[in-house]
């Protein structure tokens, strides 16, 4: 029997401050940036939403659950690394991604000049083709905190199948 499930993930980290010297990671990748973003990882927002939306379709609750902010372990953690320990989670339950949409919220960086370098990051990791990965961004139009570049927003759709 095959099956399908759509998952759905969202995060959000707040920018750090300046003199913190926190570099920005966004899907796996350094991004030229004058800020990072705060968080116990690397504070990757896109692979956190990702990595949610995983989870929620295997039925496997979230990542606060399996990467917890107060466990020492995962300080400093590089995201891709926790990805693909998810995807080993999914492999063991006989799940595979079908395709996954990623979305960065915010007024900057821009997403279009490091996008398919986050697909050639990201897309082996998920055992996907270049083409079953979609990375885009979107603005807020200047309102909310995404909007006055206090932080960013990702959201993350995918799709897996298990037959």
């Known amino acids: 029997m095959i099956a399908f499930r759509v998952g759905q993930g969202f995060d959000v980290h707040r920018f750090s401050a300046p003199e913190e010297g926190r570099r920005l990671v966004l899907m796996g990748c350094d991004i030229p940036h004058d ?3 705060a968080g116990h990882s690397d504070a990757d927002v896109m692979l956190h939403a990702l990595m949610d939306a995983l ?3 295997a039925g496997l609750g979230d990542i606060g ?3 917890p902010d107060t466990d020492p372990a995962y300080r400093g953690a590089d995201s ?3 990805l693909a320990r998810v995807m080993g989670d999914l492999a063991e339950r006989g799940w595979r991604v079908v ?3 990623v979305c960065l919220i915010g007024e900057r960086p ?3 000049p490091h996008r398919e370098r986050m697909r050639q990051r990201v897309a082996p990791l998920l055992g996907l083709p270049e083409e079953a990965l979609n990375v885009k961004a979107t603005t807020t139009e200047k ?4 909007g006055r570049g206090e932080g960013l927003a990702a959201q993350a759709v995918v799709l897996l199948q298990r037959g």
């Open 35 to 37: 800020r990072g973003l």
């Open 55 to 57: 989870l929620g379709a």
């Open 65 to 67: 659950q399996h990467f």
């Open 80 to 82: 891709a690394v926790l």
């Open 99 to 101: 395709n996954a949409d």
């Open 110 to 112: 821009k997403v279009g």
């Open 143 to 146: 309102l909310g905190f995404t």
